[in-house]
């Protein structure tokens, strides 16, 4: 499967777990690994396909063979968790079927829940957090003398870079690149700080290094992933200070020219970018490379300062349309996506209408939008009550989805007529007669397939559109020596 964004996956793909392809097995095992929650977690199960490979476990998309099956889980909505429970409840039949089959946990789920799943559930055997799965050979190896085994343990500093994934999907077009893991914010609604720990930099040449690799293998668009891009720091404490001053720091504008410098035909994407913390600096490296993608995506969750306040955020409305103005300022075609959540604790009728002023005035090119779900252990759960009537967090929602929708669309319109750079990524989901890829802008473009192959650039004369894809025809194959 192809992940469409490069970010938050799991309302609008989670249904749809990926399975990774089959890799040659050596100690005649299989795993099977189904993932779920946001591009991060895509990103992981490739590092953990990789740690198994080396001792010897082929990958399978076939779950009927599988020796080893891991769930990588999401937990940032209720409804997130809820759809991984539906799912292990699967397993229950084959496990009475098949009683040495290994069935694990891993992700933000594990890491929130521990050992109650293994209580819980009854069916899992094996439970692993985000930062534990170098252990999985001797977790696995626990499990088959008959324990059950677990490890939750965050770490301060494990970025998993000396491990090169093994590359699930089978697109062989773009890739995710893990920069950094964890989140120092504690926004007040969000578990990923508790389930995914301390915020932590990965090594900057092992990240141009990867992402080398992938373009000398075909790859031509490499997505950086971290919570908070913009908090990249290497060799730098949070408070800016240099850490060791023999070596040189990286910044994650620095880290963007140097990936960007790998060659003009790899495209840079990037997710997510905070906005307290997006410098002109890094807007500067965008507007600087052809390659690094004009399109920011910039959560804002409220268009109201003292719900931002309750968020704890660390902006204003104010600040975050200073920020926009800057993108316009110096990216002059970029677009622009956000977050949102309806119904946040305490959220007045005055309040979500100020969420919808500031769509009107920002008007995002996308948005992924949400209704509150309150999760355990966060500030917001010890702080505030969840009391927004669900029925009225609903309405909130499909205004502000019903007014995305023109905005998306409008958007699109703006691309009808003119001639676009688009990376074809393979065929179009609808017809087997038409090739799909994604401009710039990261807006789906479908055109007739012509004598174009998955990895080409073509410049497509964009004739028509819908609120979430653009159609064209090739007007030239961009010449990529
Ligand atoms: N690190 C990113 C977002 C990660 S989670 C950032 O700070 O922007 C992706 C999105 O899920 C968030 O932007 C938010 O809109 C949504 N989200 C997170 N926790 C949520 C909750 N408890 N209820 C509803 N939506 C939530
Ligand atoms: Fe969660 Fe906020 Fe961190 Fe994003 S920045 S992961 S919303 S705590
Ligand atoms: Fe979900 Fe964890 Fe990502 S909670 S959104 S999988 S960091």
Not at 123 to 129: Q, R
Not at 268 to 281: A, G, W
Not at 409 to 436: C, P, T, Y
Request: charged share 30%; aromatic share 6%.
């Amino acid at each position: 499967m192809t992940i469409e964004l490069n970010k938050e996956i799991d309302e609008t793909r989670q249904g749809e777990a990926t399975v990774i392809e089959t890799t040659p097995s050596s100690n005649g095992k299989k795993l099977y690994v189904e993932s779920y929650g946001c591009a991060m977690n895509f990103a992981d199960s490739e590092v953990v396909a990789s740690i198994l490979a080396k001792e010897g476990y082929a990958t399978t998309a076939d779950v009927e063979e599988a020796d080893v099956v891991l769930i990588n889980t999401c937990s940032i909505r209720e409804n997130a968790e809820s759809r991984v429970r539906n799912r292990l409840t699967n397993f229950k039949s084959r496990k009475q079927r098949q009683p040495g089959l290994v069935v694990g946990i891993l992700g933000c789920m594990a890491e929130r829940l521990k050992k109650d799943l293994l209580e819980e559930e009854k069916l899992v055997d094996l439970v692993a957090g985000p930062d534990a799965y170098r252990d999985l050979p001797g977790l696995i190896e626990e499990v088959e003398s008959g324990q059950k085994a677990v490890n939750v343990l965050l770490s301060r500093d494990e970025t998993y870079a000396d491990i090169s994934p093994i590359r699930l999907d089978k697109n062989g077009v773009s890739s995710f690149v893990s920069i950094t893991r964890g989140c120092d914010n504690m926004c007040s609604f969000c578990v990923v700080p508790f389930t995914r720990g301390r915020e932590r930099s990965r090594d900057p040449q092992t990240i141009y290094n990867e992402c080398k690799d992938l373009f000398d293998q075909g790859y031509r668009e490499v997505t950086l992933l971290g919570q908070n891009v913009d908090s990249y720091r290497w060799n730098m404490t949070s408070k800016g200070e240099i850490k060791d001053a023999t070596k040189p720091t990286t910044n994650f504008a620095e880290l963007m020219d140097m990936v960007a410098g790998i060659s003009p035909h790899l495209r840079i994407r990037f997710s997510t970018s905070h906005p307290k913390d997006m410098t002109d600096e890094v807007l500067e490296v965008i507007a600087k490379h052809e390659n690094i993608c004009n399109y920011i995506h910039l959560p804002v969750q409220s268009g109201n300062t003292n719900v931002l306040d309750r968020m704890n955020r660390s902006y204003t409305r104010e600040w975050y349309l200073g920020r926009i103005e800057a993108i316009r300022r110096i990216i002059p075609d970029c677009a622009i996506s956000t977050d949102i959540i309806s119904g946040f604790c305490d959220e007045t009728e005055e309040e979500h209408n100020d969420t919808i002023s500031l769509m009107k005035e920002v008007k995002w090119d996308f948005a992924y939008m949400y209704k509150y779900s309150e999760r355990p252990k966060t500030l917001a759960e010890r702080r505030f009550e969840d009391n927004v009537p669900d029925d009225v967090k609903g309405k909130r929602l499909t205004e502000i989805i019903d007014l995305q929708q023109v905005h998306s669309l409008e958007a699109n319109q703006r691309h009808v007529g003119k001639i676009q750079k688009v990376l074809i990524e393979g065929r179009s989901k609808r017809s087997e007669d038409f090739l799909a890829g994604r401009n710039d802008h990261n807006v789906k473009v479908v055109f007739p397939k012509g004598e174009f192959s998955k990895g080409d650039y073509v410049m497509v004369n964009i004739t028509d559109c819908t609120a979430a894809t653009l159609l064209g025809e090739v007007v030239e194959l961009v010449n990529q020596d």
